[in-house]
């Protein structure tokens, strides 16, 4: 067995834990005992081979954690293997699915903020904060504890060690960003989201702010895109992704829910369910997609499949820094829809009466148009007559009015 080179306790006040390597350990290609970086070397040189990856959590119900696992574009798994080209191989260090426990897990964290890993980390912050200022003698999140002391350390003591030398650090759902359920009126605990905690300044050793991945819980490819996104630009292989102000992944939430949504055109036409089970547009029993920024409605919520209105729920805005108190009380028509709830009802009729017009004779051959069609279906319409014919004949002329020829 042979010792690793001492690192010098200047690096942390947080005590280290003995290492000791035994090349028989089958853990050791994995776990911590591989990851030092006793000659503290430039790691910033890329192409990387690997980065490390803290999933830190904070007051979470581990939703997050089930969205992550169930990314597919591409799998968590492909990340961890290094499979995905282009990208280094992640190895994640997490709160729950890790192969280490205890003290021999927290080790990693006191490694990452004393700048002793082999390679750059980011931070993955799963929860809202809560203010620990207010949590008396005790405390709302510990992790791990003091070796020395046996003071119980908390994550957020662990999120400002490291968050200064992560190459990024993304807030991870709803709670991690805005604050979320947590955080709702008369939040007992201050709960914020990490952006609050960390302040406008903060900056990340790549020159990031904050990223930020809302969703109660989240789109799992959502988040293992805009992590791939990150470690493309660490790898220097692509340019840094468009964030919006508010440090979203701007190709992800600009869009409203609603301009997505399988249901808008049933909107755009005003057709309204009035109960659950139903395909038309859900807004009538509260629906905030028209301005809710979320991408569920085309991306789905497990590998392209589900996501709300796509299995029949409304949306209740649990991706907008509003969310919960600016969207409460839940499936009840919001007060601001009413306008746009009246036009589309009213200049809807009109426009969908058109549109069957239009549509029935777009379902006749130009045969068709002077006989019956031959189908033998019994709800297949006979050629139409009187005044339709003739709209229908008015409608052709003007649509082939510049090529020249009527029909
Ligand atoms: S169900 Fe919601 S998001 Fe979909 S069309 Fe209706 S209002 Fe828009
Ligand atoms: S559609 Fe609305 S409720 Fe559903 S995930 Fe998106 S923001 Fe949340």
């Not at 791990?144 to 650090?169: F, H, K, N, Y």
């Not at 964030?243 to 997505?260: I, Q, S």
């Not at 859900?282 to 392209?304: H, K, M, S, T, Y």
């Not at 229908?392 to 090529?403: A, F, G, P």
């Amino acid at each position: 067995m042979a010792e690793y080179t001492k690192v010098p306790e200047a690096h942390s006040d947080i005590p280290q834990m003995p290492l000791t390597l035994d090349p028989a350990d089958p853990l050791a290609p994995i776990g911590l005992r591989s990851r030092l970086n006793p000659k503290r070397e430039e790691i910033y040189q890329g192409p990387l081979e690997k980065v490390y990856l803290f999933w830190l959590v904070g007051a979470s119900c581990d939703g997050c954690t089930i969205a992550v696992t169930g990314a597919t574009h591409p799998r968590l798994e492909d990340l961890m293997l290094g499979k995905v080209p282009g990208l280094p191989r992640v190895e994640l260090i997490h709160t729950v699915v890790s192969v280490e426990s205890g003290a021999e897990w927290t080790e990693n964290l006191r490694m990452a903020a004393a700048g002793e890993l082999d390679a750059p980390y980011l931070i993955c912050w799963e929860g809202s904060i809560m203010d620990e200022t207010f949590s008396g003698d005790g405390h709302w999140m510990g992790l791990g504890e003091d070796r020395e002391t046996g003071r119980q350390i908390t994550s957020l003591e662990w999120l400002d060690r490291m968050a200064p030398g992560a190459a990024a650090v993304l807030a991870i759902g709803t709670c991690a960003t805005w604050g979320g359920i947590p955080a709702a009126a008369n939040n007992p605990t201050n709960a914020m989201g990490v952006m609050d905690h960390l302040g406008k300044d903060f900056r990340s050793t790549l020159g990031l702010p904050v990223i930020n991945i809302p969703g109660c819980s989240p789109i799992g490819d959502n988040i293992i895109e805009t992590a791939a996104a990150a470690l493309l630009f660490l790898n220097g292989l692509a340019p840094l992704p468009e964030f919006d102000e508010l440090g979203r992944p701007a190709w992800l939430f600009t869009d409203t829910v609603h301009r997505h949504c399988p249901r808008a055109g049933y909107y755009e036409e005003g057709v309204f369910a009035d109960e659950y089970g139903g395909k038309e547009c859900l807004v009538e029993l509260g629906c905030w997609g028209p301005v809710v920024q979320c991408n569920i409605a085309d991306r789905g919520i497990i590998d392209g499949h589900g996501g709300c209105m796509n299995m029949g729920g409304i949306c209740i805005g649990c991706t907008m820094p509003g969310f919960p108190d600016k969207f409460t009380p839940f499936y009840t028509v919001a007060p601001g829809s009413f306008v746009s709830l009246f036009s589309s009802r009213y200049t809807g009729q009109f426009i969908r009466r058109f549109r069957n017009l239009s549509r029935r004779d777009k379902n006749r051959s130009a045969r068709w148009d002077s006989s019956d069609s031959p189908s033998g279906w019994a709800r297949h319409r006979k050629q139409p007559l009187g005044a339709e014919r003739a709209i229908h004949r008015l409608y052709s002329k003007v649509q082939h009015s510049k090529e020249g020829s009527s029909r």
